[in-house]
């Protein structure tokens, strides 16, 4: 059975800092990769989808890099601002659409 | 880009009522949708998921008699948490699969906080 694991789970970091979020997962066939943003009672925003051949997606300060034979996934968040503020998650896919996630990182980032 | 509508966004009842919760695409068509469940502190877990169509699929150990689905149209499915009790507060999201059934990027809900007094 899939477990998805993310490290750690709890950050702070001062503003301009850059943030590493790590997430691991133990079956390494897997569809795809998501990392999501989870504001405090509000529903998920998908910030960068990775395929199972690709070995990394970037979007702005965003960088997502996948390592499907080690299980390892990381989400690199540059010079980070307040509004970076959220939990992060991390979801392997299956070809179905099913993700398996991990309990996420939260983040605070502190003027 | 595209959205999903999950209503409503917070429902509090007393123990014994039936809730229903509705997803709606609005933009696209949605073959299928997964409603998962996140508990305080937890990660969110895949309930069930849901053909347009067709009967639900369930995961191993949710109860299909209590937790109805029901996905009458492309645009639009239906969570029903009958004979709610304390224990079923939790929070609910849907997702919706644009491209119908091959994994991509998923669009979810803004999730629904049930507390059942």
């Known amino acids: 059975k899939q477990e998805v694991t993310q490290i750690p789970a709890a950050l702070s970091v001062p503003e301009g800092e850059n943030l590493v979020l790590n997430c691991s997962f133990t079956d390494s066939a897997i569809y795809n990769l998501q990392w999501f943003r989870q504001d405090p009672g509000k529903g998920l925003t998908s910030l960068l989808l990775i395929q199972s051949s690709q070995r990394e997606q970037t979007s702005g300060r965003l960088n997502a890099s996948l390592d499907k034979s080690s299980g390892r996934s990381t989400l690199y968040i540059a010079a980070s601002q307040p509004g970076d503020s959220a939990t992060y998650l991390c979801?392997?896919?299956?070809?179905?659409?099913?993700?398996?996630f991990g309990a996420g990182t939260q983040v605070v980032v502190t003027p | 880009g595209a959205v999903v509508s999950q209503h409503p966004s917070r429902v509090i009842c007393k123990s014994g009522t039936s809730v229903k919760i509705e997803c709606r695409s609005l933009d696209f068509q949605a073959t299928t949708m997964f409603w998962y469940r996140q508990f305080p502190k937890q990660s969110l877990m895949l309930m069930a998921t849901s053909n347009e169509g067709s009967k639900a699929t369930y995961e191993q150990g949710v109860e299909k008699d209590k937790f109805l689905i029901n996905h009458a149209s492309l645009t639009l499915s239906t969570l029903t948490v009958t004979s709610a009790h304390p224990e079923d507060s939790s929070f609910y999201i849907c997702?919706?699969?644009?491209?119908?059934?091959?994994?991509?990027?998923?669009?979810f809900g803004s999730g629904t906080q049930l507390s059942v007094l």
């Open positions: 979801a392997v896919g299956d070809s179905w659409g099913k993700l398996q």
């Open positions: 997702s919706a699969d644009r491209t119908g059934g091959v994994s991509e990027k998923l669009f």
